[in-house]
């Protein structure tokens, strides 16, 4: 049977290139990477492929131009400009709209029939752009967001009480930027709600972290935004995918009449499996964060007006 094929348009940056190095330790696909940076992508390739012997792994990782990419099962598109310090996901707004419609026209020449993983910032904005050039089915076209929002947010609050991630059950749902809704009536640990184990000032300081997580990253690491966390997102998604394993995860999918919003991408849980998103999952939202939602959808409305 043959190996699952993924591109990864923008191979070469840090995001690009981890998720690469994930999918072939994981042995999920055969790998393409393109990159306008040509020979780093080469290179990027060709060190993962020296890499794969030490495990025994026959996994194929290549680096090359559109054409090589043809007829992939899921393309992974990371290419864009980062977010330096300072600099709003609103920012990179235009420039990184110009790069998504440039990367989509040349890729569907090849892949008609893939599915659309976007990962470029502003991330929602870019699901709603690539879904305009490529005209693809709703249910191909899906934005890599709330999975890492949601790790995050869990991966705050286990450093908070000392547990174990496993233990607890969250989910974070709206935009990907300030206006993501934690959901803390679904947030467990160890089957207590948060609300019993955290006063409501440590809530709020892990709910504001969360929101900023990707910006204290630009911060610390000066040079580069996150691209582990969000590279490990973008596998879970694919594994998903590529297996069929039909699991919940929260990302930015094509919504009409869910939640009391028509017509969006926006971060809500969606089960993905072969065909893509294959169904919405709707959560009762209590006042307040149906009211956040709200706020978000607005949002990302007022962002696409423009593009």
Sequence with gaps: MAKAKVSIIGGAGRVGSTLA????????ADVVLVDIAEEKA??????ILQALPVYGN?????????????????VVITAGLPRNPGMTREELLEKNSSIMKSVVTEFIKYSPNTILLIVSNPLDAMVYVASEVSKFPKNRI??????LDTSRFKAFIAEELNVAPKEIETVVLGSHGNEMVPLLSHTF???????DLLSEEKINAIIERTRNAGAEIVGLQKDTSAYIAPAASIAQMIDSILNDKKMILPCSAYINGEYGAERIFIGVPAVLGKDG??????LKL??????????????????????
């Design 58 to 74: 026959e996994t194929k990782i290549t680096a090359g131009s559109y054409e090589d990419t043809k007829n992939s099962d899921v």
């Design 42 to 47: 080469k290179g990027v390739a060709l060190d």
């Design 286 to 307: 209590e006042k307040e964060e149906k009211e956040e939602f709200e706020k978000s959808v607005e949002s990302i409305k007022n962002l696409v007006k423009n593009l």
């Design 21 to 28: 190095l994930y999918l072939a330790e994981r042995k999920l």
């Design 189 to 195: 640990v160890n089957k207590k709600p948060l609300k």
């Design 277 to 282: 998103v294959e169904k919405i999952i709707e």
């Design 142 to 147: 899906i934005g890599m967001a709330g999975i």
